[in-house]
């Protein structure tokens, strides 16, 4: 198992009785479910059949693509970190041309959350709960990705630009491709374990 969060769009929501719609890859995310997938399914979020686990319980959430996306821009506006620039163009980017406004991001958390004891839907449900608590987390990640003045030492020896991008990148930045691990078609409903 590959334990990953995994983000798709979509132009309908994956359906127990209606079979998968065409996913297309957004991101995935090893061993955890960044901030930047929980803003981007934050809108208009609603619980969603899995198109990964043939499972009658929603280990899936949902979100509208405009309204996250532009979630997501404004959050990304307000980070001050010398790595940021870059990193913020290519997912605007990315989400702009891959996305439109009244599509679905479907994100796939189950592989991820089933690593503990407890019950897969229930924790799939505390993340969709916890998406209303994304302000203050926000908030929280802008105080640490704040610049403070160098050391001595970090004036002297800079660090590498893969060590000042580590905060940034674990955020959900700068993983996105539209090939993933896992991939769908209209003929595909259940789990692919290729």
Not at 19 to 48: H, M, N, Q
Not at 64 to 76: D, I, K, M, V
Not at 114 to 137: F, S, T, Y
Request: hydrophobic residues 40%; charged residues 25%; proline residues 9%.
């Amino acid at each position: 198992m590959a334990n990953r969060s995994y983000l798709y769009a979509s132009t309908a929501l994956p359906d127990a009785q209606a079979g998968t719609p065409a996913l297309r890859g957004i991101s995935e995310y090893g061993y955890d479910v960044p901030l930047v997938f929980r803003l981007l399914v934050s809108c208009e979020t609603r619980p969603c059949h899995s198109a990964m686990w043939n499972d009658p319980r929603p280990l899936a959430l949902a979100g509208r693509c405009g309204p996250g996306s532009a979630r997501l821009a404004a959050f990304l506006a307000r980070i001050e970190h010398p790595a940021i620039s870059p990193l913020r163009e290519d997912a605007l980017r990315f989400l702009a041309e891959r996305t439109r406004p009244d599509e679905w991001f479907v994100l796939e958390p189950a592989e991820v959350l089933g690593m503990g004891d407890a019950p897969v839907a229930d924790e799939v449900e505390k993340l969709r709960l916890g998406l209303g608590e994304l302000d203050a987390e926000i908030e929280r990640t802008l105080a640490t990705l704040a610049p403070r003045p160098k050391s001595f030492w970090q004036r002297l020896l800079p660090p590498a630009q893969q060590v000042v991008e580590t905060p940034i990148r674990e955020l959900g930045l700068g993983h996105w491709s539209d090939t993933l691990y896992f991939s769908f078609d209209a003929a595909d409903d259940g789990r692919d374990d290729s």
